[in-house]
């Protein structure tokens, strides 16, 4: 948090700008993220789901439901569900969702623990601020092995409602695959169905903004998302900041980046068990048949992208038998004298990013044209 404030007064920035402490699981988590300052706290709530509540054949579904809710909880829940109709209309689609008895008690079975620890959460934040404003409160659900329907959406949502939680940003897992560092793969069609009916049933039950999670590089899906989400939109692109200052090291320090390829191919097996990812390591270029100039284009080819991404941790935290970094300060020293370059790598591929979502360029600072990038970003996307 020190970096990033000093970063920002380094630059001159003007305008507000923000930290999240993200996919916080424990109370201890987020005790630490709150007091190291964050103003934007995501809530990962993957091991409080039940997955497998789809996945039960009827009668043992009805075996755990029994054994494992409380019938007064169950009893409010299906209150607020059956016999209802939800209908949901906007400019570019219609629909509605009804529940039957079964598929409202499947989502009891999913959720309940995870509703019970969010408003544990939702409070624990609101007593210690004493404001509802003072932190952005995002939702995480996209950790789960299945799709997030709008039907999952919409019951959680009423349910937290209706313990008195208000959400800033939820991240549903959706359809297709949002894998690390290259595009959406799936039915693009299928997206944007699914994508919108997310978006209207977050306009209707608390204006929340749709949050996308690996969201680097989906450039296929930007489009629709920018012109579907009405400015309700949280996108995530961390990962390909660090993939740019790869390609400023490959371009300008191309013996270091040789030396971290190579380091970073033992190193994916181990990695690749924390991602899902496609990475086909025989798909990469071979280092000894290219040319130095021909290292950045590396930087274009999906297999190597995903290595270099999800080994980002091993390669700066590498040390030799003296307990020396092999790479973190040449690295940053490398980022440190080719500055203005690795802004300039910035600020085309994350403008690739905001073009692709069709976000106005706000006017920059006539005294700085370096405050580019830097100001497009705040948006309603930020």
């Keep these: 948090m020190g970096d990033a404030a000093w970063a920002v007064f380094q630059e001159n920035y003007r305008d507000g700008y923000g930290a999240d402490g993200d996919h916080l699981k424990s109370f201890e988590e987020i005790k ?19 997955p497998e509540a789809f996945k039960y054949p009827k009668d043992q579904m009805e075996v755990h439901f029994r054994r494992e809710i409380d019938q007064g909880d169950a009893k409010v829940l299906l209150h ?4 209802k109709e939800f209908r949901f209309k906007g400019p570019h689609r219609e629909f509605f969702i009804r529940f039957n008895k079964e598929s409202a008690k499947r989502n009891i079975l999913l959720f309940h623990k995870a509703i019970d620890f969010t408003e544990e959460v939702y409070q624990f934040i609101f007593s210690r601020f004493g404001n509802r404003h003072a932190v952005d409160f995002e939702i995480s659900v996209d950790e789960t092995p299945f799709p997030t329907t ?9 349910a937290l409602s209706h313990r008195g939680v208000q959400i800033d940003a939820l991240a549903p897992r959706f359809i297709g695959e949002f894998q690390k560092a290259i595009d959406y793969r799936g039915p693009l069609e299928d997206f944007r169905k699914q994508f919108y009916q997310h978006v209207l049933v977050a306009q209707d039950y608390g204006n929340y903004k749709i949050s996308i999670h690996s969201g680097s590089d989906k450039f296929s899906v ?3 998302m920018g012109e579907l989400a009405n400015g309700g939109l949280h996108l995530k692109t961390a990962g390909t900041s660090w993939l740019e200052a790869i390609r400023l090291i490959a371009s300008a ?3 270091l980046y040789r030396e971290m390829h190579r380091w970073a191919l033992p190193k994916f097996r181990e990695a690749s068990s924390l991602y899902h990812v496609t990475t086909d390591l025989n798909r990469i270029p ?9 290292l950045p284009s590396l930087l274009d080819q ?4 995903q290595l270099l991404h999800i080994t980002y941790g091993y390669l700066l935290h590498a040390k030799d038998g003296n307990g ?20 300039s790598l910035l600020e085309k591929h994350i403008g690739k990013h905001l073009n692709s979502l069709r976000v106005d360029k706000r006017d920059s600072d006539p005294a700085s044209e370096r405050h580019t990038t830097r100001q497009k970003m705040e948006t309603p996307l930020s």
């Design 80 to 83: 607020l569900f059956l016999d």
């Design 222 to 224: 930007f489009p629709h």
């Design 286 to 294: 071979k280092l000894d048949e290219l040319e130095d100039q021909e």
């Design 150 to 158: 709008p039907e999952n959406h919409l019951f959680f949502i009423i």
């Design 302 to 305: 999906e297999d190597s992208r």
């Design 324 to 343: 020396k970094p092999l790479f973190r300060d040449r690295f940053f020293q490398i980022l440190s004298d080719y500055e203005e370059d690795y802004w």
């Design 253 to 255: 320090a191309p013996s």
């Design 32 to 50: 630490d993220a709150l007091e190291a300052g964050v103003s934007m706290v995501t809530l990962d709530l993957s091991e409080k789901l039940n």
